[in-house]
């Protein structure tokens, strides 16, 4: 069964950083994408960056860029997005989902961790 479990949310205060991390299990990371998505309260899923089975990442979100980026480690079967520099406005369930290709489209991928809250308050 395709599994992914995220972690590393929790609360920082505004400038700080956090990792968050996506565990896969059922497949590996050298197979599908993996789109890193936010959901503020009373918002829709927002797409931030994917990253690319083979390597690299795209980002789409003009928000984060610069502050936030993805990588994986094929070896622990794990995706992390990086986030720096965090902002208020970051606040957010963040999720992970597996897919084909590369989108920022929510209904362009299969599978869907059951997502990490982040908080950014003073």
């Known amino acids: 069964q395709l599994q992914l479990v995220e972690s590393g949310g929790g609360l920082v205060q505004p400038g700080g950083s956090l990792r968050l991390s996506c565990a896969a299990s059922?497949?590996?990371?050298?197979?599908?994408?993996i789109g890193w998505f936010r959901q503020a309260p009373g918002k829709g899923r927002e797409g931030l960056l994917c990253i690319l089975s083979s390597g690299g990442s795209t980002n789409y979100a003009d928000s984060v860029k610069g502050r936030f980026s993805g990588s994986k480690d094929n070896a622990n079967n794990t995706a992390y997005l990086q986030m720096n520099s965090l902002k208020p406005e970051d606040t957010a369930v963040y999720y992970c989902?597996?897919?084909?290709?590369?989108?920022?489209?929510?209904?362009?991928?299969?599978?869907w961790g059951q997502g990490t809250q982040v908080i950014v308050s003073s």
């Open positions: 059922g497949f590996t990371l050298d197979v599908y994408d």
């Open positions: 989902a597996a897919g084909g290709y590369c989108s920022d489209y929510v209904s362009e991928y299969d599978y």
